[in-house]
């Protein structure tokens, strides 16, 4: 007999347990995506669409400088691995990214987040368009669009979004 499939199978019915609780809590699934837009959500007060398939964008800022604003939520391991730009409309992307995994380390993240982004999409597009960037599944950024974009746990001084202490303290528990 296998000790690595019992094992296997013991630990998978474990996270089938913890994703149940996710999801009941979130009211979504347990995908790192669905987690990301519910902690978005609560920290920067968006208005979630009815549905997490909506194509475009995944809410609405309801107060503060953006209000109103739609935005499309990403949560990634890591943003230098790329953006998913979709063909939809939205005003702004907002990214919530672990730190850079390890070169050779295995390709499994931890659910961390270190960094928060926020890019106006029709700035980003006119961006990668002078470039003669093709946007798409895991487009490309420069080091500097991505600096500049960052509102967490540094902002550029050009930042369309100032963070509370409150959103600061948030955060860090996902740190």
């Known amino acids: 007999m296998s000790t690595e499939l019992v094992e296997l199978a013991a630990l998978l019915r474990q996270r089938d347990e913890v994703d149940?609780?996710?999801?009941a809590m979130t009211g979504r699934?347990?995908?790192?995506?669905?987690?990301?837009?519910?902690?978005?959500?609560r920290i920067f007060?968006?208005?979630?669409?009815?549905?997490a398939i909506q194509a475009g964008?995944?809410?609405t800022?309801?107060?503060?400088?953006?209000?109103?604003r739609t935005v499309n939520v990403k949560t990634y391991g890591n943003l230098h691995d790329g953006l998913d730009i979709s063909p939809h409309d939205c005003d702004l992307y907002l990214v919530l990214a672990g730190p850079p995994?390890?070169?050779?380390?295995?390709?499994?993240h931890r659910w961390r987040i270190s960094a928060v982004y926020l890019l106006d999409r029709q700035r980003l597009l006119e961006t990668l368009a002078g470039r003669?960037?093709?946007?798409?599944?895991?487009?490309?950024?420069?080091r500097a669009d991505i600096n500049a974009a960052q509102i967490y746990p540094e902002a550029d001084v050009r930042s369309a979004l100032r963070?509370?202490?409150e959103q600061i303290f948030l955060l860090r528990l996902f740190g």
């Not at 007060?45 to 549905?51: M, N």
């Not at 800022?61 to 109103?68: E, I, T």
């Not at 995994?101 to 499994?108: D, L, M, Q, S």
């Not at 003669?132 to 420069?142: D, E, F, I, P």
């Open 20 to 23: 149940a609780k996710i999801a």
């Open 29 to 41: 699934s347990a995908r790192q995506g669905d987690v990301g837009e519910f902690i978005a959500a």
């Open 45 to 51: 007060d968006i208005k979630l669409a009815g549905t």
């Open 57 to 59: 964008h995944d809410g």
């Open 61 to 68: 800022f309801r107060s503060g400088p953006l209000a109103g």
């Open 101 to 108: 995994r390890p070169p050779g380390a295995v390709r499994h």
């Open 132 to 142: 003669g960037v093709t946007v798409g599944t895991a487009t490309s950024l420069r």
């Open 163 to 165: 963070l509370t202490p």
